[in-house]
């Protein structure tokens, strides 16, 4: 078949697949000797592979009839009580029951989900900017206009949203507004956390234009400072928001496990898309997962990887601050998650700088990657979740040297 013929028989989804730049990236960071702050996957030390191997020997000899089995496409009953269980001890949110519960293969699945039930090539979708480059390829398979609204450092800029708002709504279009997608605590690829405030603004907003809320959430648990705010769910509600969570950054991102929170007519509709992806997800990972929490308290499991993480994100600070600092950079303090924004000064461009961090083997993820419209842009994500400590002040430093030769050879 000719690549004409070929690219004929494709859908118009199959046509406009592009290979994630992220993926291309990151084959560069397994270079030997290579530094990379590149992936967002997890500390494999942290994963609690003793307590999962010893219950996984259990449920495979003595729950085979549940575990290798199809199980409901909702999920395992005992994981939703579980989860249940969780979302009232960790935040207060008790007025759920199994039926406002579906399991996921992750919340990647969730975010393919929500675009198939909600967008259409005419619907609009409000993402923050920078967005988590997950969703936004997850909601691009549907074709919607999507509307990229700032993102400062405590949050979503409300203003901004409330404009954009109000246009759609004099012309007459907002009902073609789907949802507002978030990510307010510790977000990914920003590292900003929304504030109380911006939290009930948006509700206000949303319930005031009719809007579903899309709350994404992997990194609440991993605070390192304070708690966040309280969820946007709880301040909005089942008629309004929409909440995801996932084991992927707190237990294991093999696991394949999210979940959704909502409405029970959402999850009614979601479940039968689940169905026509993959009839349901595994009964051995999910009652893996159900009898870790009945037998380990996740907060307190979770101590020792907050721990690592946060002194991983102290160490990325310092280097910042010893080696970046002077070269004009700027980042915010994440006060929780696995990811720094860096604001190089106008002129660097972060995409096109790569080719010199690849000499110099360190890595990261240009700005561009997680907006909309790509432009070129002098910010970069850094993640500090995979690099030992003193890899980290290593790497920080071949950062500035990257910067040193671009300015060189840019004359900046
Ligand atoms: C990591 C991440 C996810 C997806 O994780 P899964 O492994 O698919 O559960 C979703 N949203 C955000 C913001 C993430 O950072």
């Given at each position: 078949?000719?690549?004409?013929?070929?690219?004929?028989?494709?859908?118009?989804?199959?046509?406009?697949?592009k290979?994630?730049?992220?993926?291309?990236?990151?084959?560069?960071?397994?270079?030997?000797?290579?530094?990379?702050f590149?992936?967002?996957?997890?500390?494999?030390?942290?994963?609690?592979?003793?307590?999962?191997?010893?219950?996984?020997?259990?449920?495979?000899?003595?729950?085979?009839?549940?575990?290798?089995?199809?199980?409901?496409?909702?999920g395992?009953?005992?994981?939703?009580?579980?989860?249940?269980?969780?979302?009232?001890?960790?935040?207060?949110?008790?007025?759920?029951?199994?039926d406002?519960?579906?399991?996921?293969?992750?919340?990647?699945?969730?975010?393919?989900?929500?675009?198939?039930?909600?967008?259409?090539?005419?619907?609009?979708?409000?993402?923050?900017?920078?967005?988590?480059?997950?969703?936004?390829?997850?909601?691009?398979?549907?074709?919607?206009?999507?509307i990229?609204?700032?993102?400062?450092?405590?949050?979503?800029?409300?203003?901004?949203?409330?404009?954009?708002?109000?246009?759609?709504d004099?012309?007459?279009?907002?009902?073609?507004?789907?949802?507002?997608?978030?990510?307010p605590?510790?977000?990914?690829?920003?590292?900003?956390?929304?504030?109380?405030?911006?939290?009930?603004?948006?509700?206000?907003?949303?319930?005031?234009?009719?809007?579903?809320?899309?709350?994404?959430?992997?990194?609440?648990?991993?605070?390192?400072?304070?708690?966040?705010?309280?969820?946007?769910?709880?301040?909005?509600?089942?008629?309004r928001?929409?909440?995801?969570n996932?084991?992927?950054?707190?237990?294991?991102?093999?696991?394949?496990?999210?979940?959704?929170?909502?409405?029970?007519?959402?999850?009614?509709k979601?479940?039968?898309?689940?169905?026509?992806?993959?009839?349901?997800?595994?009964?051995?990972?999910?009652?893996?997962?159900?009898?870790?929490?009945?037998?380990?308290?996740?907060?307190?499991?979770?101590k020792?990887?907050?721990?690592?993480?946060?002194?991983?994100?102290?160490?990325?600070?310092?280097?910042?601050e010893?080696?970046?600092?002077?070269?004009?950079?700027?980042?915010?303090?994440?006060?929780?998650?696995?990811?720094?924004w860096?604001?190089?000064?106008?002129?660097?461009?972060?995409?096109?700088?790569?080719?010199?961090?690849?000499?110099?083997?360190?890595?990261?993820?240009?700005?561009?990657?997680?907006?909309?419209?790509?432009?070129?842009?002098?910010?970069?994500?850094?993640?500090?979740?995979?690099?030992?400590?003193?890899?980290?002040?290593?790497?920080?430093?071949?950062?500035?040297?990257?910067?040193?030769t671009?300015?060189?050879?840019?004359?900046?």
């Amino acid at each position: 078949m000719t690549v004409e013929v070929f690219e004929m028989k494709l859908s118009k989804l199959g046509r406009n697949l592009k290979s994630s730049l992220i993926r291309d990236l990151l084959k560069y960071a397994t270079v030997p000797g290579a530094i990379s702050f590149g992936g967002g996957a997890p500390d494999p030390e942290t994963f609690p592979r003793k307590e999962l191997a010893e219950i996984a020997k259990e449920i495979i000899e003595e729950d085979y009839r549940f575990v290798l089995q199809y199980i409901p496409t909702e999920g395992d009953i005992e994981l939703k009580r579980e989860i249940l269980k969780l979302l009232n001890d960790v935040y207060g949110i008790n007025d759920l029951d199994e039926d406002n519960v579906l399991v996921t293969n992750g919340s990647q699945q969730a975010l393919d989900i929500l675009g198939r039930i909600f967008l259409d090539e005419n619907s609009y979708v409000v993402v923050e900017r920078p967005s988590y480059l997950g969703a936004l390829n997850a909601f691009y398979t549907s074709f919607p206009h999507f509307i990229s609204v700032p993102l400062e450092s405590d949050g979503i800029d409300v203003n901004y949203l409330e404009r954009v708002l109000r246009e759609l709504d004099e012309k007459g279009e907002v009902g073609k507004l789907k949802f507002i997608y978030v990510v307010p605590n510790f977000h990914n690829p920003a590292g900003v956390t929304m504030s109380l405030e911006k939290r009930k603004a948006l509700v206000d907003l949303a319930e005031k234009y009719d809007v579903f809320i899309v709350e994404d959430d992997p990194y609440g648990a991993l605070a390192f400072d304070e708690k966040p705010p309280m969820p946007v769910f709880k301040i909005g509600g089942l008629d309004r928001v929409i909440l995801l969570n996932t084991f992927s950054k707190v237990l294991a991102p093999g696991l394949r496990l999210g979940v959704i929170i909502a409405e029970k007519d959402i999850i009614r509709k979601a479940v039968m898309a689940k169905q026509s992806a993959d009839l349901c997800g595994s009964g051995l990972n999910q009652r893996l997962v159900a009898r870790f929490l009945q037998r380990y308290n996740l907060a307190e499991y979770l101590k020792p990887t907050v721990e690592t993480y946060r002194k991983k994100r102290d160490a990325m600070i310092e280097a910042l601050e010893k080696h970046l600092a002077p070269k004009g950079a700027r980042w915010n303090r994440p006060g929780g998650g696995l990811f720094m924004w860096v604001e190089l000064p106008e002129g660097y461009d972060t995409m096109e700088m790569l080719d010199i961090a690849k000499e110099k083997l360190v890595f990261y993820i240009p700005g561009a990657a997680f907006l909309v419209d790509s432009i070129n842009c002098h910010s970069m994500r850094l993640s500090f979740c995979l690099p030992p400590v003193e890899k980290i002040y290593e790497g920080v430093e071949r950062l500035a040297r990257v910067m040193e030769t671009y300015k060189e050879e840019k004359g900046l």
